[in-house]
């Protein structure tokens, strides 16, 4: 199937590993040319450059994101690059419970998940309104429709990118500009191993029983893969994808229990 993005430009935000990586290596197998954006220069570059070895295009843009001079320069040159699919990605803040968060945590978490996301979006969406074609696509967490225990956080400010991503789907879809959501489950990555690290120290359990027990609870029985995830997100960011904006798309394996 073509998926119609060949030589697009895609913008891949947290894309030195993990989802991200994954993503930016899916939308260039699909032809698309990849900015792939992270804090660590050498990650970057071997990002980069596996993405150059399958025969894609690939350039690093070195961001901190939650450095708002960074932010600003990044965001500067984006209309003019024409960006026309932006994938919204970022690390998780910190586990922990909801009840003893301090006020100033709340805030710094709020303009790294859901600030810079919407500023971001902002930046681009002149140049995907002039062209009348663009993607937005936010990668977010199972616990937006499912909360996950000890990570009160993320549960709470991963909804607010779904309320937000909601309502600006409905404002942009007659200019040709679809707004979606990607929900992984437990996909084998760095942060699934910190997680499944940190639930070990809490409970005193081996870590091996704390993924094994993790892997139970799936009906497929396992971890999923990027690459597995990565394939959603180039559908929803292809041609073949026009008539869906709006929605939340779950790669989980079935772990989610609810309809």
């Known amino acids: 199937m073509d998926l119609g993005i060949s030589g697009r430009l895609a913008l891949v ?54 450095d708002a001079v960074q932010c600003a320069a990044l965001m500067d040159g984006l209309d003019q690059a024409g960006v026309d699919i932006l994938v919204v990605n970022g690390g998780g803040p910190p586990p922990g419970p909801i009840a003893d968060v301090a006020p100033e ?57 779904i309320g937000w991503a909601k309502t600006l789907a409905a404002e942009v879809a007659a200019q040709g500009i679809t707004v979606n959501s990607v929900v992984p489950g437990r996909i084998h990555t760095t942060r699934v191993d910190q997680l499944d690290a940190a639930a070990s120290r809490r409970t005193g359990k081996p870590v091996e029983d704390i993924a094994a027990a993790s892997r139970a609870t799936i009906p497929m029985q396992r971890y999923g893969r990027p690459e597995e995830f990565a394939d959603a997100v180039a559908f929803l960011a292809s041609a073949r994808a026009s008539y869906m904006t709006g929605g939340m798309v779950r790669v989980d394996g079935g772990m989610i229990r609810s309809t």
């Open 13 to 66: 935000m947290g894309s030195s590993q993990g989802l991200g990586l994954a993503s930016a290596q899916a939308l260039a197998r699909e032809g698309a040319r990849v900015i792939l954006t992270g804090r660590d220069p050498a990650r970057l570059e071997a990002a980069c450059a596996s993405i150059r070895d399958e025969g894609g295009e690939a350039e690093a843009r070195v961001v901190d994101f939650s």
């Open 105 to 161: 945590v709340w805030r710094a978490q709020f303009d790294s998940m859901v600030g810079v996301p919407m500023r971001m979006a902002q930046a681009v969406l002149p140049g995907m309104r002039a062209r009348g074609w663009g993607r937005i696509i936010n990668i977010v967490s199972s616990g937006v429709v499912q909360p996950i225990p000890n990570l009160g956080i993320s549960n709470t400010l991963r909804m607010a990118v």
